[in-house]
């Protein structure tokens, strides 16, 4: 059983950045691949980023690509979301998620755990 909690959402205008961080219970969390989704109100949750078990492979949504950078911390159970040049359609509230493959794929129905979100606000 692993638990996930995200942190570091908010509040920032188009153009600024933030840091999610989620942290992982237990004691294999290197035996996972994480991802991020997210979802906006009114639509479905939605593919952001995933990292694999050693953090040496990583894939993107095109919508982030270039923007967002995923990365982790096995020592400390730790994954991170930096997003930079945030735009209002990145509002959403995100979702960390755990999968026990060595990689991870863009589907929600591969992973095995998820967190309970934390929200991200982009005004304009």
């Known amino acids: 059983q692993v638990q996930l909690v995200e942190s570091g959402g908010g509040l920032v205008q188009a153009g600024g950045s933030l840091r999610l961080s989620c942290v992982a219970s237990g004691r294999t969390f290197s035996s996972y691949a994480m991802g991020w989704f997210r979802q906006a109100p009114g639509k479905e949750r939605e593919f952001v980023s995933t990292i694999s078990r050693s953090g040496g492979s990583t894939y993107y949504a095109e919508s982030v690509k270039g923007r967002f950078t995923i990365s982790r911390d096995n020592a400390k159970n730790m994954v991170y979301l930096q997003m930079n040049s945030l735009k209002p359609e990145d509002t959403a509230i995100y979702y960390c998620?755990?999968?026990?493959?060595?990689?991870?794929?863009?589907?929600?129905?591969?992973?095995?755990?998820w967190g309970r979100g934390t929200q991200v606000t982009v005004s304009s």
């Open positions: 998620a755990a999968d026990r493959a060595i990689y991870a794929g863009s589907l929600s129905h591969e992973y095995d755990y």
